[in-house]
């Protein structure tokens, strides 16, 4: 199963997840319904009465079920980072000098640059002893990775790159969207057992306990079917997370560069006698999102599949025995995450950077492959980014004071008037002091391999999103105007330009950001011509190659559509029209769509670091994640 097929799958399992949730709400209704019945039939109400009633019960129980769901679902509007805060989880900053945060930053960093998708915030569960992780959020653009203190104590570097290419598949699969939607469908029917409990405790604490009696039995019956209604709705977790955690490790082994690594830390949670549960009582609402098991539910309510047929499904030949000689061993001697790494030599490296002016060959079904799938080779790549990136310029990204000087440096243009223009834009929005960084970080920048921007952009990005809201817009303002300074926007600018737009639009406001679209190809013809129009210009020396790639794209794309070639007359800005509608089209058409894309920036076989940077672009625009070296098949 492919990217695309992913989300088109969690857009099936999210009208089921509401479907199952229907018949929970109708059942919980009815259970009500009766309860108030019985006990007016007891007090001898008239038919009238009775019916009256029942329709004041039916109303209020939706309305408590809805507004409930709604309210804690609004709470978890910030994004991933509230989910974590709400557990007890404390951020790691981006410029930590503790070994063990650094490492795993920097393990977070990489997948995130393998990826294709912007850097996630980070926590860390300090008071968990046992070895767990999760993602949460509403999209990649607000996602937070959370690990245990467990995991960073006795994880090694292998181990710890499979947990987190195990979470990372979750954020690429849309799971986490469906994550949070459970958490407040099942807070809204818990409501009930709450509202419930309360009324019982103070009706039977007062004093005219004949008055008190309906009260009393309308509240018996709350506390009976919420808790009910509690039950069915751990039923439709478990059910919908245990094949999801499947698909994640064997994500993760496909990913990872050491396939062994997530079958160690699954048998170190097996292993240790912590295991994966968590102590925090906040675990129960968020356990269908864990790495591991986080609670301890078994058969129907478990949310995870058992521990030993994880590690087979990796390692086939493995059996409980092993599992057990492993606990016993750990019992005397825990292991130590880091001790091991230090053991094993680790080294990072063993990537590969193409020279800089190279044109490589692709083919379009391989980079599809690529899309929301990274593979071990793109890791292998992005260890090789990371290795290439200056540490002045790395530190420079995750630098309160820096960043944002760096991604100015990133577009100051080597020509004195037109960088005299940029270098007034900045001091008319900035300062002194933001120029002279600026200027400072340039000389770098100048010198770095152009596929290393857009990554080294993509390491600035969790420190941008720390910015209060008018600073933020202050800072697209004067991207924008580096951007045109010299009256053109080249490939480059608009990527880094275009990404950052998006990225911090998005994280401003989570909740209402993408969602799988429903838009079919026809309805999108236009904007599917300008795309491909802009990728035949840009990617081809001639006009005549250039109508030779927009035919080979169209004909991908929309074979039976007569719109003919047109050169975009607004340069690679008149994209900006066409994204809407673009990102509004179904899983499977965009899968069209990319391939279509591939087929006319590759008409000679070869594409450029430019032509792939706008490649990157248009799929990070349209949420369907690019690592940052094509495919050549």
């Known amino acids: 199963m492919n990217f695309f097929e992913h989300q088109e ?22 259970a009500v319904d009766f309860g108030v019945m019985v006990a007016l039939g007891v007090l001898s109400k008239s038919p ?14 939706l309305a408590v079920i809805g507004i409930s769901s709604m309210v804690r679902m609004a709470g978890l509007r910030g994004g991933g980072g509230k989910v974590a805060v709400e557990l007890g989880a404390t951020p790691v900053a981006e410029d930590t000098t503790d070994f063990q945060y650094r490492r795993l930053r920097n393990v977070i960093e990489e997948i995130a640059i393998a990826s294709g998708v912007p850097v996630p915030q980070i926590y860390v569960l300090e008071e968990e002893a046992a070895i767990n992780a999760f993602a949460s959020g509403w999209a990649p653009t607000d996602a937070a990775i959370t690990v245990t203190r467990g995991a ?9 790159q499979g947990v987190i290419a195990h979470e990372f598949s979750h954020v690429l699969n849309g799971d986490m969207r469906l994550n949070i939607r459970l958490i407040g469908i099942l807070f809204g029917i818990l409501v009930l057992g709450i509202i419930g409990r309360k009324v019982l405790l103070n009706v039977r604490g007062g004093r005219n306990s004949k008055s008190g009696g309906p009260i009393l039995a309308v509240a018996l019956v709350l506390l009976i079917v919420g808790y009910v209604g509690l039950f069915f709705g751990r039923l439709i977790k478990a059910g919908l997370s245990r094949q999801r955690e499947y698909l994640a490790d064997a994500s993760a082994v496909q990913f990872t560069r050491q396939t062994t690594g997530i ?18 009582p906040e ?8 790495f591991g098991d986080g609670i301890g539910y078994s058969a129907l309510f478990a949310t995870h599949p058992p521990l030993v047929r994880r590690i087979q499904a990796l390692e086939p030949g493995f059996d409980s025995d092993a599992l057990d000689r492993l606990a016993a061993q750990w019992a005397q001697s825990p292991p130590d995450g880091a001790e091991e790494d230090r053991a094993l030599g680790f080294d990072g490296g063993s990537g590969y950077l193409p020279p800089a002016h190279a044109e490589l060959p692709i083919r379009a079904t391989a980079v599809i492959a690529q899309v929301g799938a990274p593979q071990e080779n793109d890791y292998q790549r992005a260890s090789a980014i990371g290795e290439r990136i200056p540490d002045a310029l ?71 999103r720390r910015r209060p809201r008018p600073e933020l817009d202050v800072f697209i303002g004067t991207v924008d105007a580096l951007v045109k300074a010299d009256g053109q926007v080249s490939l480059f600018e608009y990527c880094l330009g275009c990404m950052l737009h998006r990225q911090l639009t998005e994280s401003l406001d989570p909740s209402a950001n993408w969602s799988a679209g429903r838009r079919k190809l026809p309805d999108a013809q236009k904007e599917i011509a300008l795309l491909l129009g ?7 020396d001639s006009p005549a190659e250039a109508q030779r790639a927009y035919a080979a794209g169209m004909n991908t794309v929309l074979p039976e559509a007569s719109l003919g070639y047109a050169p975009p007359g607004e340069g690679v800005g008149a994209l900006d029209k066409a994204w809407p509608v673009l990102d509004a089209l179904d899983p499977m058409g965009k899968s ?42």
């Open 9 to 30: 799958a969690a857009r099936r399992t999210s009208k089921r997840l509401v479907l199952l949730f229907a018949m929970a709400v109708i059942g919980i209704v009815i």
């Open 394 to 464: 790395q530190a420079a990204s995750r630098s309160l004071d820096q960043a944002i000087p760096l991604v100015f440096a990133l577009l100051l243009d080597p020509d004195a008037g037109v960088r005299a223009q940029q270098e007034a834009s900045i001091l008319q929005r900035h300062d002194d002091k933001t120029l002279a960084a600026a200027s400072a970080l340039s000389a770098q920048v100048a010198n770095l391999h152009p596929m290393l921007r857009l990554p080294l952009a993509a390491l600035v990005f969790p420190v941008l």
């Open 534 to 540: 802009v990728m035949a210009h840009y990617g081809q």
């Open 283 to 290: 675990a129960e609402e968020a356990s269908h999102m864990f």
């Open 48 to 61: 009238g009465q009775i019916t009256g009633a029942l329709f004041l019960s039916t109303i209020v129980t």
């Open 152 to 160: 960073l104590d006795h994880l090694n570097r292998d181990e710890l």
């Open 592 to 633: 069209v769509l990319i391939e279509g894309l591939v087929a006319a920036v590759s008409l000679d076989g070869k594409v450029t670091v430019s032509e792939s940077e706008l490649l990157r672009t248009v799929c990070a625009v349209l949420h369907c994640p690019l690592p940052p070296m094509l495919e050549r098949g």
């Open 263 to 280: 079958a160690g830390a699954l048998k170190k949670v097996g292993g240790l006698v912590d295991g994966s549960k968590l102590v925090s």
